[in-house]
Every structure is written in structure tokens, then in C-alpha cells.
Nanobody, 118 residues
Framework: QVQLVESGGGLVQSGGSLRLSCAASGSIFSGYAMGWYRQAPGSERELVAAIISSGRTNYADSVKGRFTISRDNSKNTVYLQMNSLKPEDTAVYYC????????????WGQGTQVTVSS
């Protein structure tokens, strides 16, 4: 069964840091891109960052220089290190599996809440 399980969300003050993790079943991790999307209340889901097996990455302009996506292929895990967090980063963050860096995901995790207080 395909599974993406996120962890690491929570409440943090503005300027703080959080690291999200996503453990994936092997069948959907190797050979595919992995990504993080987010959805704030009243907004559409948006791509935050994505990474392919080789390590090449793609970031939303709003998080460049603050967020870092990485993957550990030996652990089937993808991470999102979030630094210098802002209140506008508050959202539910979803781990995704997709074909490429900017393609529509074909599988989504259940989401983890990130709340940044001002």
C-alpha cells in the first residue's frame, strides 16, 4: 500500500525553525520526485519545494533562501527544513510524490499543520 506519512509540524514563533519529515513507502520513493505543498485557509494548495532522486531541487520564490528540501534515499524519507519562519508560512503542509519537479502530484500525504505566531 502506498503511504506518505508526515511529521514535524507544530507551533513556532516568527523567526523560528521547524523541520518536517515524510516517510514514504519504497515503491513510490525510488525514481520519483518528492515534494512539499502547503494550503493556507482560504487559499489554494501551492508548491513549496520539490526534489528529484539526483538531488536537483525546485522552490517557490516565497521560500527561497529560507527553506531547504532534502532526501535520504536510504531511508525513503524527504525533509523540509524551514528557517526564518513568517506568519504567512502558516498552513497545512503536504508531502507529495510526483513524476518531476513541477508536475502534478499523483500521491499526497495526510498533511501536518504548521502555525507561525507573530
Amino acid at each position: 500500500q502506498v503511504q506518505l506519512v508526515e511529521s514535524g509540524g507544530g507551533l513556532v514563533q516568527s523567526g523560528g525553525s521547524l523541520r518536517l519529515s515524510c516517510a514514504a513507502s519504497g515503491s513510490i520513493f525510488s525514481g520519483y520526485a518528492m515534494g512539499w505543498y502547503r494550503q493556507a485557509p482560504g487559499s489554494e494548495r501551492e508548491l513549496v519545494a520539490a526534489i528529484i532522486s539526483s538531488g536537483r531541487t525546485n522552490y517557490a520564490d516565497s521560500v527561497k533562501g529560507r527553506f531547504t528540501i532534502s532526501r535520504d534515499n536510504s531511508k525513503n524519507t524527504v525533509y523540509l527544513q524551514m528557517n526564518s519562519l513568517k506568519p504567512e508560512d502558516t498552513a497545512v503542509y503536504y508531502c507529495t510524490a510526483q513524476i518531476g519537479l513541477s508536475t502534478t502530484p499523483f500521491h499526497w500525504g495526510q498533511g501536518t499543520q504548521v502555525t507561525v505566531s507573530s
